[in-house]
């Protein structure tokens, strides 16, 4: 049964409003039901479902005086009746039912579509309730067991049919050139069955019913002409618009080899005129040019002279080099061939026995010592460094450009700097009477024992 209870549960588990006459659909479909009742409170509805249930009855809809939609096909309802509060009501489907006359519709004044296919319509007087119906654009009476071909008088009578599908029904088979005599008797039909009406079909059937076969076809190759003129026109047209594309483009090249043209003349005479330029100025252009040589060979030797790239096995260890510490070669030249004659000196008086001699000697030593800048020995220690890493060796070479006799100059200075290093250590301050003499040796009592063995301590 249709309760309160059971449309309140419909609508919670529908998701509509708890409220009734808040909503405007309501979907009572596949519900079983075989009664409509306890609709007073759903006064706002415009679309109801009521298909595929057990109802026998329209009733029961005074309520519903929104409603757009009515569906009740597929039950058991067996009159049209009750529908007068439904004034707004639009389309109805009462298909699928065992409806046997049509009635009681003519108080709908707006009713569009009326679907009664699969009913059991079948003389001319079940459908003769159309007539008071002119509101009705759309009908479907497919599957019925009409077959009187005098339906086709009520049907002319509606003004407004634009829709009408006879598909299932006897009838078809009555009427002679059923689609066209339908065409033409129907005035505002655009869909018949499962096609619809075009205005050349339409033109065709009224021609075949003024003349016969020979104007309608007459009537058929004067649409076809029509037809294939269009479509010439349309591809003319686009073959003009092609046309003019390629003519534009034409005039383009055209113009773009004209101002080429002008351009190539412009520079022969250029060039014309540069070669008839005095001769002064001809001599200043051939200079420039080889000016212009000259910085080229200059860019292109400087290229040539450039280092190759180090590769990362060559390159040093940053924490050992520092370039604070190599002073320009030029300077340690210098400072190399001050130094080098009191070395010398200092080395070959390192055994004699003139005290005078000493003491000048001693002062020179002095002087050479406060002259002599640290770069010397920051050099000599680097010479010793270069020993000990022999792959910084190549380095060095790229960063210093040397002369030509540095090797061997680095090999004298290395045989010739080696005693200083000891020398200036071992050096102390003795008594004039007395020769210097090395810390290790010990001097002996008997003072002509000494001057014997003095070779041999040395």
């Known amino acids: 049964r249709m309760t309160k209870k059971i449309l309140l549960d419909i609508c919670k588990q529908q998701k509509l409003y708890w409220t009734p006459y808040l909503n405007d659909t309501l979907y009572l479909h596949y519900k079983g039901f075989d009664r409509l009742e306890n609709l007073e409170e759903y006064t706002g509805l415009k679309c109801l479902w009521l298909q595929c249930n057990g109802l026998r009855k329209i009733e029961n809809l005074e309520a519903q005086t929104e409603l757009r939609s009515l569906y009740l096909q597929l039950n058991l309802i067996e009159k049209i009746e009750n529908l007068e509060p439904l004034q707004k009501l639009d389309s109805l ?4 039912n065992y409806i046997r006359t049509i009635e009681n519709l003519s108080c709908l004044k707006v009713l569009q579509t009326l679907q009664i296919a699969h009913n059991k319509l079948q003389t001319v007087e079940d459908i003769q309730h159309l007539q008071e119906c002119p509101s009705i654009s759309v009908l479907d009476l497919s599957h019925n067991n009409l077959s009187d071909p005098s339906i086709v008088a009520i049907l002319e009578t509606m003004p407004n049919l634009h829709v009408l599908n006879l598909m299932g029904n006897e009838v078809i088979r009555k009427i002679a050139n059923y689609r066209k005599t339908l065409t033409v008797r129907l005035k505002q039909l655009t869909y018949l069955d499962d096609r619809p009406v075009f205005p ?17 076809k007459a009537e058929r190759e004067k649409w076809e002409t029509r037809e294939r003129k269009k479509i010439q026109d349309s591809i003319d047209a686009l ?14 090249c ?17 060039i014309n005129y540069s070669a008839d330029l005095p001769g002064q100025e001809a001599a200043s252009d051939q200079a420039e040019l080889h000016e212009r040589e000259e910085e080229y060979a200059e860019i292109e030797q400087f290229k040539l002279e450039t280092l ?17 510490e190599f002073p320009p070669e030029d300077e340690i030249f210098v400072q190399k061939q001050d130094y080098h004659p009191k ?5 070959e008086v390192a055994n004699d026995s003139n005290s005078a001699l000493e003491e000048n000697n001693k002062s020179m030593i002095e002087n050479s010592v406060e002259e002599v800048p640290t770069a010397i020995f920051s050099n000599v220690c680097q010479n010793h460094k270069e020993h000990e890493k022999e792959h910084l060796r190549p380095l060095l070479k790229s960063l210093f450009t040397e002369p ?4 061997g100059y680095l090999e004298s200075k290395d045989k010739e700097v080696a005693p200083l290093k000891p020398l200036i250590q071992e050096v102390i301050t003795e008594p004039k009477d007395h020769l210097l003499l090395s810390p290790l040796c010990h001097q002996p009592d008997d003072p002509s024992s000494w001057e014997e063995n003095g070779k041999i301590a040395v």
């Open 343 to 347: 070395i010398e000196i200092i080395s």
């Open 404 to 407: 030509d006799n540095s090797e």
């Open 200 to 216: 050349k079909d339409r033109a065709c059937a009224e021609a075949w019913a003024v003349g016969g076969l020979e104007a309608e």
């Open 308 to 324: 190759a790239a180090l590769s990362l096995d060559e390159l040093p260890d940053l924490e050992d080099v520092v370039v604070s």
């Open 254 to 270: 055209m113009e773009g080899v004209a101002t080429d043209t002008q351009e190539g003349f412009s520079l022969q005479l250029t």
């Open 239 to 252: 073959a003009a618009i092609r046309q003019r594309a390629q003519e534009k483009r034409k005039q383009k």
């Open 93 to 96: 489907n009462i298909s699928n």
